[in-house]
């Protein structure tokens, strides 16, 4: 018979989210599950002599999650704070492309230990190298990494999905035993990532949302980001058709073979007619969507994971959180990649979108405990995980996060959640299925320790010239 192995810590906090905060909690960890949460005084007369790990002024709470993450362009951070999107994705493509999978794997390794240290315990990654697995078993993140898949022409949907399976089997049966690990404990699962509606026709998205469907993961995508993609779907938009000209080796396909387009339909009308949006749909970005749009996201539960860091970067717009919100669209936060964004801290990212959107709509409102919940619980139920993790409660996965308060945070320490979101904590430990993966501010996992200073050059490869169908793999 197996004994349980109890962990008990204590703070001047403790953040359940699914109830009131605890002032000088215990959060009662018991092998990979949360058993209890409870008071001090309470905890002494249940489990008497038990030792506890007193952390003092610092506040517990369940590990961040980040729902839209590309964590292996982490060694292109700040390549092109300029451009706007599709100039910008070029020089992305272009760096990459002569990558080896060594380099893909330590760029991602790079991105997942700084998610680490902001303390999120999960990621949802869409990942065109697969490197995210790899990357995300060493750290012993949670993960759900979506393979991305590309493919315009309806006609050519069999092979470009058949290829797609190839990777994702190859993928499976790395010998890395990390990896293999993490898939028999679940804290990795893989998914797919239809890329966006211009580089994706309906035949190929339809085997995404239905392979997606049969093994029970979320659709992870890119809807409405710019202007130009609404354009291109309606009816044409000249950058979007320079772009895949530029990506495809025999051009862009005739009008025949993208029959499915220019229908006067947003891509959000476009994915909706063709029912292709569902509950389990999560869209990154969403920034360019009519009223029409969002009562189509909200009617399907279809999940928005915001990015406003990166919208605001790469000159997209500002989403409409406020009209989403208000509709009953599930939102959440993503960092996109820190080749988009000033780092891949997800209270960063929410901090300037909550300032972003009250500054622009003064009526705007959310408390502090919302904005949290956000993170937490309400992340974890649009990945269909809230059952598991989001929150302290007993019989979750131990998936935790211990943030010391500042020094110079306020005496009285009365509302832990604006000490969290207005930023006056610092990460100290966090745990994944009750395994310690940042220990005071450090990550360690088997190949390096990381103590927030990536030792990546920012330019693995240099920019060049190459044909950029063997990047993206439209054909």
Not at 344 to 351: G, K, Q, S, T, V
């Amino acid at each position: 018979m197996s004994t349980k192995k109890r962990l008990n810590l204590t703070a001047k906090w403790v953040v359940p989210v699914s109830d009131q905060p605890l002032e000088d909690g215990v959060v009662i960890v018991a092998n990979d599950r949360i058993e209890a949460t409870m008071s001090r005084s309470q905890f002494a007369n249940t489990y008497e002599g038990e030792e506890l790990i007193n952390y003092g002024e610092a506040i517990i709470t369940p590990g961040l999650i980040n729902l839209h993450t590309h964590i292996e362009y982490s060694a292109l951070r700040l390549f092109d704070t300029d451009s706007k999107l599709f100039d910008w994705i070029r020089g992305l493509t272009g760096r990459t492309s002569a990558w080896t999978p060594e380099q893909w794997r330590q760029s991602a390794l790079s991105g997942a230990s700084e998610i680490a240290l902001s303390g999120t315990t999960c990621i949802a990654d869409c990942s065109y190298s697969g490197a995210a697995a790899w990357a995300s078993s060493q750290v012993g993140l949670r993960a759900i990494v979506a393979l991305e898949l590309f493919g315009i022409d309806d006609s050519l949907a069999e092979q470009r999905w058949a290829a797609w399976l190839a990777h994702l089997e190859a993928l499976k049966d790395s010998p890395n035993l990390n990896l293999q690990q993490a898939l028999l404990n679940g804290t990795l699962r893989f998914s797919v990532s239809p890329h966006a509606p211009y580089t994706v026709c309906p035949a190929l998205w339809r085997k995404a949302h239905d392979w997606a469907g049969d093994n029970g993961v979320p659709i992870l995508t890119h809807i409405c980001e710019s202007v130009e993609e609404v354009n291109w779907i309606a009816s044409a938009a000249p950058e979007i058709d320079q772009f895949l000209q530029a990506m495809l080796p025999t051009g862009l396909p005739n009008s025949e073979r993208l029959r499915w387009k220019a229908a006067g339909q947003s891509p959000v009308e476009l994915l909706a007619s063709q029912g292709l949006l569902k509950e389990r749909t999560v869209a990154a970005h969403a920034v360019n969507l009519s009223q029409s749009d969002i009562t189509l996201l909200s009617q399907s539960g279809c999940a928005v994971a915001h990015c406003p860091r990166s919208n605001a970067r790469l000159r997209v717009g500002r989403a409409p959180i406020e009209r989403l919100l208000q509709s009953g669209v599930r939102v959440g936060f993503g960092t996109d990649s820190a080749a988009s964004s000033d780092d891949l801290d997800l209270l960063n990212e929410a901090r300037f979108g909550i300032a972003l959107h009250k500054a622009i709509e003064p009526s705007f409102s959310t408390s502090s405990p919302q904005l949290f919940r956000m993170l937490t619980l309400e992340a974890a139920e649009i990945l269909g995980i809230g059952s598991e993790i989001g929150s302290l409660e007993p019989g979750k996965r131990a998936d935790i996060a211990v943030f010391k308060i500042s020094r110079g945070a306020p005496a009285a320490n009365s509302r832990p959640y604006d000490l969290l979101i207005y930023g006056q904590c610092q990460l100290h430990d966090l745990f994944v299925d009750g395994k310690k993966i940042v220990n005071s501010g450090i990550v360690k996992h088997p190949d390096k320790t990381y103590s927030g200073q990536s030792n990546l050059d920012s330019q693995l490869a240099p920019p060049i010239e190459l044909h950029y169908s063997n990047v993206m793999g439209l054909v």
